[in-house]
């Protein structure tokens, strides 16, 4: 004599096993790609902040040349930086008599043809402008 047993058993399908796998797959695309998204965003702040620091720097010391009655230099100058090379420019425009504008562009990496971070101050004219 067999008895029958009364439990069933429920289990899933091999297509909602396989459709539970598509779903967590595209979730793990998707937040690997949101990840790699976040890292690069992350490196081009840093790189940002570092190009803020490298155009501060130049400023400065245009500014301390002009204090101390010296023209400052205008020339390209290549820096390091944070393990990383940077390449700044300066360019000066006369305003008027009494203001000279001076902007500094710099470049990461060095030979790239636009700049990362441009920055313009005011100072006043001295006696002799720089070309």
Avoid: C
């Avoid at 990383?84 to 790239?112: G, H, M």
Wanted: glycine content about 4%; charged content about 25%; cysteine-free.
């Amino acid at each position: 004599m067999r008895l029958r047993s009364t439990k069933r058993y429920s289990a899933f399908t091999l297509i909602e096993v396989l459709m539970a796998l598509v779903i967590l797959s595209l979730v793990g695309v998707t937040m690997m790609q949101t990840s790699s998204g976040s890292v690069d965003h992350s490196d081009y702040l840093k790189r940002k902040i570092m190009a803020t620091w490298v155009a501060k720097d130049r400023i400065s010391l245009a500014r301390i040349s002009i204090r101390q009655g010296q023209t400052p230099s205008l020339d390209e100058q290549t820096v390091e930086q944070g393990g990383l090379q940077w390449r700044s420019k300066i360019e000066l425009e006369k305003q008027t008599d009494l203001l000279n504008r001076y902007r500094v562009d710099v470049f990461n990496p060095p030979n790239a043809e636009s700049p990362i971070y441009s920055l313009q101050t005011y100072f006043p004219s001295g006696r002799e402008t720089p070309k």
